[in-house]
């Protein structure tokens, strides 16, 4: 990168609540953690801040980013106001606040420039993970409290669809960036596609998700699609739930548990899968549809789960529907039609070449820049468009 790039020598602080080494870590983790490399890339020296957990130290450097974990899921918040306040992430020219659900409130201990980065808004996942008063508090947080708090601060959303649910609470101006995800480069793996119908699920299983309904459809159309397997990739405090619903349903053989899985597994599934199912309830982005796309695996997900609306090109790389009975009938007749099924696995495999991790840094290195210049940018910046 050039030496007169403005991000070098510059110190960039995320503050975020998980990494991609947190067991409940997933592609916003992986989002971030791409952001960041891009920015070491460019000469900058990162810190990104996130809550302790088992799987890695209290602190460490890798691949140039250095890692600083304290308080737990809930507490991480405090303990990174205490951490920002009190220098130990250093000096930092630049903050990058992640909101998933709710902020850092960074605004309050710094006068930094700092960068909002939002995945998706959480209006319909509080009452799901955390039903009550709980919920109500949270989403007030983010409905009402989050928006005052920022107003003056970039926002990064990574959807258009995410962008339009900002404006609707009040983000609006120009102000709020779009950077998308990338897709990485696809895993080689042999074999092709499976001789029987196979149907994979990919992701943190969790009740937002719904997983449920992928395992209705399985249920439903196995007996008219002999052999029909769905595998259900990844883990997750929700998994015995699911693991009792499975069995309710008398599943059997017809749904797989297969746990966390090596990366070399993951896109095996991928491959062999003849659709990729996401009935999540809400999606930034939906890092899944890209991987599976290069295997020219189609997805199928809900029309109105935000980022898929992008990442999935309705008719031509998967199919969006509007209920739990559509997304049942959408499987069903996609196991049934292998032209149709293979026209859109080609489209998915076209769409995940759309969006590279190149551009997204590069985009997400503009939103900083321009923040260290003490300027904003709007979503319809010519340097961030795909």
Not at 116 to 139: A, D, I, K, N, S
Request: net charge neutral; with cysteine.
């Amino acid at each position: 990168m050039s030496e007169a790039d403005p991000l070098r020598g510059k110190q960039v602080v995320f503050l975020s609540w998980r990494d991609t080494r947190n067991p409940e870590g997933g592609g916003a983790e992986r989002y971030l953690e791409s952001m960041a490399a891009g920015l070491v890339e460019r000469g900058a020296q990162v810190t990104i801040f996130c809550a302790g957990h088992a799987a890695a130290p209290p602190e460490e450097v890798v691949d140039g980013i250095r890692f600083v974990r304290r308080g737990t899921k809930l507490s991480v918040y405090l303990e990174g106001m205490r951490a920002l306040r009190r220098g130990d992430l250093g000096d930092p020219d630049v903050v990058v606040d992640v909101q998933n659900g709710l902020p850092f409130f960074s605004r309050l201990v710094t006068r930094k420039p700092v960068v909002v980065l939002v995945h998706h808004v959480h209006r319909e996942q509080w009452p799901v993970v955390y039903p009550g008063l709980t919920g109500h508090v949270g989403w007030f947080i983010e409905r009402r409290l989050a928006p005052l708090l920022y107003r003056r601060s970039q926002y990064v959303a990574v959807s258009r669809a995410t962008r339009s649910e900002l404006r609707a609470l009040g983000v609006r101006g120009p102000r709020v960036a779009v950077v998308h995800n990338g897709t990485d480069p696809v895993v080689p793996v042999a074999g092709g596609k499976s001789p029987t119908p196979m149907v994979a699920v990919v992701g943190r299983l969790v009740p937002h998700k719904q997983v449920e309904h992928a395992i209705d459809a399985a249920v439903t159309l196995r007996a008219t699609h002999p052999g029909l397997r769905l595998h259900v990739v990844g883990g997750g405090w929700w998994e015995a739930r699911l693991r009792d619903y499975a069995g309710a349903r008398q599943a059997g053989d017809t749904v797989v548990f297969e746990g966390h899985v090596d990366e070399e597994r993951k896109h095996e599934i991928y491959e062999r899968a003849w659709l990729l199912a996401l009935p999540s309830l809400k999606e930034g982005w939906g890092l899944v549809v890209g991987e599976a796309g290069m295997h020219g695996t189609p997805t199928v997900a809900y029309r109105d789960a935000g980022g898929t609306q992008e990442s999935v090109v309705d008719g031509f790389s998967g199919v969006l529907v509007s209920d739990r009975a559509g997304f049942t009938a959408a499987v069903g007749a996609l196991l049934d039609d292998v032209e149709d099924r293979e026209r859109l696995g080609r489209g998915a495999r076209v769409t995940s070449h759309a969006f590279t991790w190149g551009h997204a840094q590069e985009s997400f290195a503009t939103v900083v820049r321009a923040a260290l210049e003490g300027r904003r940018l709007d979503a319809q910046d010519p340097a961030l468009r795909p």
